[in-house]
């Protein structure tokens, strides 16, 4: 009996989404809950599972198309008879499609492959099919195809130079054999460039900068970070400190936890903070929920599991909506100062950027400190300077004396 594969509810207000990838052909056997197609929604990717085992006989929609709540995605052949021969027949195509040469190789694996991955296979001129994927249900990741290229010593990217070190000097010609390539943007890509830009537009943005030592909380990961991994069996890293610090400056200044409704303001009474966390896609903010009732282990569990199912794809919706402060942390990618966009409609975002050691003037001395520039990019039509500058300052004192932290100073 053929089943109907439908689009299911993807979230509170996402009526459509954009398939992806298909994560099976037709002809191909599948089990129950086993994900058959990635659709690409506003901020989350989500793989749609078969109801039922069997075999998935056809494609009702191909990868770009825009499809809603509701609209048949692919038709599933109930029962197992057909498993077998379908999953025989598919192991055996490979084999031939193996041997072709050039770019065809490259066209047909990147039928399956996501853009990020396709992107780093045709720049690094590493075959797909002989990578094994380590990605869910085994497939291919951009780290994947990165550690395929080191292994081989990736010499498509090191072959270019040679064309240009032996032109004449002053020559005007192209070198030969350079290619451009149109990528179409991902939904969430689209999303991210709208909100971004409607920020800029409907905000005044402002940003004021503030640097900090980092001296203390250095010292106290470096004395407690193993007793505090044995204990709670995360990692004690930088976040929870500047979540709770922002936690201090976010209940001392509450028009940076709040946001503009129409002509209203709406302030909070808790602490959700936005982490920027970085996925295969782009860049996706999961919420830490009550960090101002949380502790550092429950902040820095919280963290890590989400920058673990953003690598995975399995992020929700859920784990994305609502939020009342974000922090980005530019400095794991060597930053040295930047001015973040808000997230809107929240009012405020604090931009962490990298740790250097820079000499500084203490008591009437130049020492040597690590030091990291702070920015908060606010909007100004509900926070002013002083506002922004104390918030600002707050989080600054609290990292460079982490008691503050414990007695709500």
């Known amino acids: 009996m053929a089943q109907d594969i439908t689009v299911p509810a993807l979230g509170e207000s996402v009526t459509e989404g954009t398939i992806g990838e298909w994560l099976k052909q037709p002809g191909d056997a599948v089990a129950a809950d ?60 490979p084999a031939p499609a193996a041997k072709a040469e050039g770019s065809d190789d490259l066209q047909a694996a990147a ?36 550690a ?74 470096s004395k407690y970070k193993d007793l505090f991994a044995k204990k709670h069996d995360i990692r004690l890293g930088f976040m929870g400190f500047f979540a709770k610090a922002a936690c201090l400056a976010l209940k001392d200044v509450p028009s940076v936890n709040a946001y503009i409704e129409g002509d ?34 429950g902040i820095e569990k919280d963290i890590a599991d989400f920058g673990k199912r953003a690598k995975e794809g399995t992020l929700t919706m859920a784990d994305m909506t609502g939020g009342t402060f974000t922090i980005s942390n530019g400095g794991v990618f060597g930053s040295l100062m930047s001015t973040p966009i808000i997230n809107a409609p929240q009012g405020a975002v604090l931009g962490l950027h990298r740790i250097e050691d820079r000499p500084v003037a203490i008591n009437g001395e130049v020492v040597i400190r690590p030091m990291m520039y702070l920015a908060l990019s606010y909007d100004h039509r509900l926070i002013d300077g002083r506002e922004a500058v104390t918030a600002l300052k707050i989080i600054k004192e609290a990292i460079e004396d982490p008691t503050r932290m414990l007695i709500d100073l």
């Open 34 to 93: 086993e994900p058959i197609v990635s659709l690409e929604t506003d901020k989350v990717a989500v793989d749609v599972p078969s109801p039922i085992a069997g075999v998935l006989t056809e494609h009702k929609a191909a990868v770009g198309d825009t499809v809603e709540v509701g609209a048949v995605l692919a038709v599933i052949e109930a029962g197992a008879t057909a498993s077998a021969p379908a999953s025989a027949a598919k192991a055996d195509t």
């Open 111 to 146: 039928q399956t492959l996501s853009p990020a991955v396709r992107r780093a296979v045709l720049e690094h001129g590493v075959d797909p099919s002989t990578i094994k994927g380590t990605g869910k249900d085994g497939r291919l990741t951009k780290e994947d195809v990165l």
């Open 148 to 221: 395929a290229a080191k292994a081989k010593g990736d010499p498509a990217p090191a072959a270019s130079p040679a064309p240009a070190a032996a032109a004449p000097a002053g020559t005007a010609a192209p070198s030969a054999g350079r290619n451009d390539e149109r990528v179409k943007m991902t939904r969430m890509r689209q999303t991210i460039a709208k909100r971004l830009k409607g920020a800029q537009d409907t905000a005044a943005l402002l940003t004021t900068f503030n640097d900090c030592d980092m001296s203390a909380v250095i010292e106290a990961r």
């Open 264 to 297: 209203e303001i709406v302030y909070h009474d808790y602490v959700d903070i936005s982490v920027a966390v970085s996925a295969p896609n782009g860049l996706v903010v999961p919420v830490v929920r009550d960090c101002d009732k949380k502790g550092f282990a």
